[in-house]
């Protein structure tokens, strides 16, 4: 819909009045431990930005310490203004320098089953990711990389992975991570834009028993580009892949002879840390840039306060995303590590061997905060409650969410299922674009409600505004904004400082608002509701309507197991709705008595739910839906489906591609 339309007022709002207070005990212990500490401290950020970023700062090592905390010429930010600093220092080397080399930073696990029954499991403590990422650095360095030049790094989740993400930061060579589920295109793309001569991969990953060959895309990649001269290669899955001499290095060679004294880089706090693509539903992906001392201090805080990290208290952390993805960056390596709490690295899939491989995990590991994807407790919920109740959860703290809107109906199962009614749910709203978490519980602050992302982050300010920049009012829709910088935001799409600001400020900026294109609205207790993307808005017989709510309704019905909405034109009401659905039981024969009342009993609990006009005009049943690897769901192909439009677009970022005839039948 044009985006315009996004400021009338919303005339179905999801009703929601369960309300969960952090657990009492949890709160006398949290670094926030009331609504009034948040509140005093989201007010000192924001009124006092100097002041309070300067002391987030001063938790770090700075080899010089900045002279100005931030200067802000609207979309352009610097951030503890010349200042040097060095990322992996931070995450690594200062621990080692405090006295805690020998503590675990990493636990990293193996998808195989061994013989004995029991996956691989390595710890890595400070010390050893310090040797390892000295002596990759030094390894790269020796393949010529030099400080400014951007290394592509397309590998699964296993230890190399983070040790060559961080050994890029020591020598302030900004990364390029590429998720392994992605195609020799994707490579070559994201090569190209970055003008990157280095790929590093392995042979192969592990997804459910079976080998992905990553090096075999690289060299596919390779094919279509004449830019790269090096690709390392770590030895995983010992699948057998070409060669090109002169080109391809194993890791393990190089490693041999390379010595591990590689001191950190100094960097300006605004040089370059990393690029990393997003593919939104238009265009050629974007390279999002953010640079080293902001994200650094702005990953570590949100990691602070929203997992409530306490690194003396036998804290585990487990953040299910992989590295490819900004989730993996920032709430893997960066924000974790500098909090001295370990950090756990699972290679492979959640249902291998059996669908309580997480539950399993949760219980063997002792974790205590634990991060994952609405898409991913869908899955779980789906696939049935005697697979985390055969495990004891018991360690449990904190769980979060991360991705997409979670539909109370999951929140309710996690909290029930997987929290025992007794962890708090941090549901986290943001963006590869924001580096880090924006709208976010605090869970020994916040009462939350099951779908709602509650409040703004410390140093947060964020408004739900119509089409002039004004802030709407209570419970009316409107355009997500965020008013004031912070130390972790985009610096920039790399190479492209047009399409930066056309995509992010020009809507606002005279104001000078970063839009993240998500539509939102503030309920009566101060909570933020995010409706999906902007164009997820749709304004049905003149009403706004934002389709992730009709999904919530649809799949609080007991037939149902996720559901996607999305509009399509229509003659009369200009927009309609169309439903495709996942039942939890068979697929009933389609134009059977069943099948349509079913469909007829869905459309109507959606009116009973939020309203009549929010009946879809088509439901229809499917076995799956079209998703992008990274779990989003593709509406622009189910808006064309709907509408019977040809199908034009690209769908090669699609999962499972067959799945498209299959839902134009559906109708
Ligand atoms: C959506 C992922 C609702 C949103 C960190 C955003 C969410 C986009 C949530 C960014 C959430 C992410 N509730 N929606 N908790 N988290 N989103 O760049 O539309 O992969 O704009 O970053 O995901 O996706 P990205």
């Known amino acids: 819909m044009p985006q315009d339309q996004a400021s009338s007022s919303i005339e179905s709002v999801l009703h929601e009045d369960r309300h969960f207070p952090p657990p009492a005990g949890f709160a006398a212990q949290?670094?926030?431990?009331?609504?009034?500490?948040?509140?005093?401290?989201?007010?000192?950020?924001?009124?006092?930005?100097?002041?309070?970023?300067?002391?987030?700062?001063?938790?770090?090592?700075?080899?010089?310490?900045?002279?100005?905390?931030?200067?802000?010429d609207a979309p352009d930010a610097k951030w503890f203004v010349g200042g040097t600093t060095n990322l992996c220092y931070n995450a690594v080397d200062k621990q080692v320098a405090d006295g805690f080399g020998s503590q675990t930073a990493i636990i990293w696990e193996a998808e195989p089953i061994d013989a004995d029954g029991t996956p691989q499991v390595l710890h890595l403590t400070y010390s050893d990711l310090m040797r390892e990422t000295a002596k990759f650095a030094n390894v790269l360095k020796g393949q010529g990389v030099k400080k400014g030049d951007v290394v592509t790094i397309y590998m699964g989740m296993v230890p190399e992975l983070a040790i060559a993400v961080l050994a890029c930061a020591?020598?302030?060579?900004?990364?390029?991570?590429?998720?392994?589920?992605?195609?020799?295109?994707?490579?070559?793309?994201?090569?190209?834009?970055?003008?990157?001569?280095?790929?590093?991969?392995?042979?192969?990953?592990?997804?459910?028993?079976?080998?992905?060959?990553?090096?075999?895309?690289?060299?596919?990649?390779?094919?279509q580009t004449d830019l790269v001269d090096t690709v390392i290669v770590v030895k995983r899955c010992e699948n057998d892949t070409a060669w090109t001499e002169g080109r391809d290095a194993w890791y393990h060679d190089l490693m041999a002879t390379a010595t591990d004294d590689c001191p950190c880089e100094e960097l300006d706090s605004e040089d370059l840390a990393f690029i990393l693509y997003t593919s939104g539903s238009t265009g050629k992906p974007k390279g999002i840039m953010h640079t080293t001392g902001g994200y650094m201090v702005w990953t570590a805080m949100t990691s602070r306060l929203t997992f409530d990290l306490q690194p003396d208290e036998d804290d585990v952390y487990w953040c299910t995303a992989d590295i490819g993805w900004i989730t993996g960056h920032?709430?893997?390596?960066?924000?974790?590590?500098?909090n001295r709490v370990?950090?756990?690295?699972?290679?492979?899939?959640?249902?291998?061997?059996?669908?309580?491989?997480?539950?399993d995990m949760v219980a063997r590991h002792k974790v205590t905060k634990f991060?994952?994807?609405?898409?991913?407790?869908?899955?779980?919920?789906?696939?049935?409650?005697?697979?985390?109740?055969?495990?004891?959860?018991?360690?449990?703290?904190?769980?979060?969410?991360?991705?997409?809107?979670?539909?109370?109906?999951?929140?309710?199962?996690?909290?029930?299922?997987?929290g025992h009614e007794n962890c708090p749910i941090v549901d986290t709203w943001w963006q590869t674009e924001t580096g880090g978490h924006m709208l976010t519980p605090l869970p020994g602050a916040t009462t939350?409600?099951?779908?709602?992302?509650?409040?703004?982050?410390?140093?947060?300010?964020?408004?739900?505004?119509?089409?002039?920049?004004?802030?709407?009012?209570?419970?009316?829709?409107g355009i997500l904004v965020i008013r004031k910088p912070w130390p972790g935001m985009l610096r920039g799409i790399y190479g492209d400082r047009d399409r930066y600001i056309d995509t992010y400020w020009s809507r606002f900026q005279d104001k000078g608002y970063y839009v993240p294109a998500d539509g939102a609205r503030v309920d009566d207790n101060g909570n933020f509701w995010i409706m999906g993307r902007i164009d997820d808005v749709i304004v049905v017989a003149g009403h706004n309507i934002g389709t992730m709510e009709v999904e919530s309704a649809i799949v609080s019905h007991e037939a149902t197991a996720e559901a996607a909405v999305v509009g399509y034109p229509h003659d009369v009401k200009g927009n309609a709705l169309a439903a495709f659905i996942i039942l939890k039981g068979d697929l009933p024969t389609?134009?059977?008595?069943?099948?349509?009342?079913?469909?007829?009993?869905?459309?109507?609990h959606c009116g009973k739910e939020l309203g009549p006009i929010c009946k879809p005009d088509q439901v229809r049943f499917t076995e799956a839906l079209p998703k992008t690897r990274s779990g989003k769901i593709m509406r622009r192909l189910l808006r064309d489906?709907?509408?019977?439009?040809?199908?034009?677009?690209?769908?090669?970022?699609?999962?499972?591609?067959s799945i498209v005839e299959k839902l134009q039948a559906s109708g």
């Open 30 to 72: 949290a670094h926030v431990g009331s609504m009034e500490q948040y509140e005093a401290l989201h007010q000192r950020s924001l009124n006092d930005p100097e002041g309070f970023w300067a002391e987030e700062a001063e938790r770090h090592h700075w080899f010089k310490p900045w002279e100005k905390v931030v200067e802000w």
């Open 330 to 338: 920032s709430y893997i390596l960066y924000g974790i590590l500098p």
């Open 371 to 418: 991060y994952t994807a609405p898409t991913a407790i869908r899955a779980f919920m789906k696939w049935g409650d005697e697979h985390p109740r055969k495990h004891d959860l018991s360690s449990l703290k904190v769980l979060g969410t991360v991705g997409e809107p979670i539909n109370p109906e999951a929140w309710m199962w996690y909290h029930k299922v997987i």
């Open 170 to 223: 020591r020598i302030g060579a900004p990364h390029s991570v590429i998720f392994g589920g992605f195609s020799a295109q994707a490579i070559k793309d994201r090569v190209e834009d970055g003008r990157s001569n280095i790929i590093i991969t392995c042979d192969g990953s592990w997804r459910r028993g079976s080998v992905v060959p990553l090096k075999d895309n690289v060299d596919e990649a390779c094919k």
């Open 342 to 359: 370990p950090t756990i690295m699972y290679e492979g899939g959640p249902n291998y061997p059996g669908a309580d491989r997480f539950w």
């Open 590 to 604: 389609p134009g059977s008595e069943e099948d349509l009342a079913l469909k007829k009993n869905i459309r109507d």
């Open 448 to 477: 939350t409600t099951p779908g709602s992302c509650c409040r703004p982050m410390i140093g947060v300010d964020a408004a739900v505004v119509n089409s002039d920049g004004e802030p709407v009012g209570t419970n009316e829709g």
């Open 641 to 657: 489906i709907a509408a019977g439009n040809e199908i034009t677009q690209d769908v090669t970022t699609l999962e499972d591609k």
